[in-house]
Nanobody, 117 residues
Framework: QVQLVESGGDLVQAGGSLRLSCAAS????????PGWYRQAPGNQRELVAS???????NYADSVKGRFAISKDNAKNTLYLQMNSLKTEDTADYYC???????????WGQGTQVTVSS
């Protein structure tokens, strides 16, 4: 199983930027679509952005135009560039994917993002 380790979370003021990284211990199979998810206290985990092996991206409406997902295949690393941060972006951010072979979700440990007003 591929291990995922997120980093880059921090406390930032509204309007600021952060870049999250997710290092994978190996190559994520091309049948799986990795993404960034977030979970705020009392809320369900939700998709923020995903990227297919061919580079097609998908974003939650709430982050379109502000966040950008990218990947470096050579480094087995997934990124999330977050700009124009809002207080409502405060959450624990996870990278993960649904493994179509094991039919299990594969998650990292998460990284905390706090946006202050």
């Amino acid at each position: 199983q591929v291990q995922l380790v997120e980093s880059g979370g921090d406390l930032v003021q509204a309007g600021g930027s952060l870049r999250l990284s997710c290092a994978a211990s190996g190559t994520i199979d091309s049948a799986n679509i990795p993404g960034w998810y977030r979970q705020a206290p009392g809320n369900q985990r939700e998709l923020v952005a995903s990227i297919t092996p061919s580079g097609i991206t998908n974003y939650a409406d709430s982050v379109k135009g502000r966040f950008a997902i990218s990947k470096d295949n050579a480094k087995n690393t997934l990124y999330l560039q977050m700009n124009s941060l809002k207080t409502e972006d405060t959450a624990d951010y996870y990278c993960g994917f649904y493994d179509v072979y094991s039919t299990n979700w594969n998650w990292g440990q998460g990284t905390q993002v706090t946006v202050s007003s």
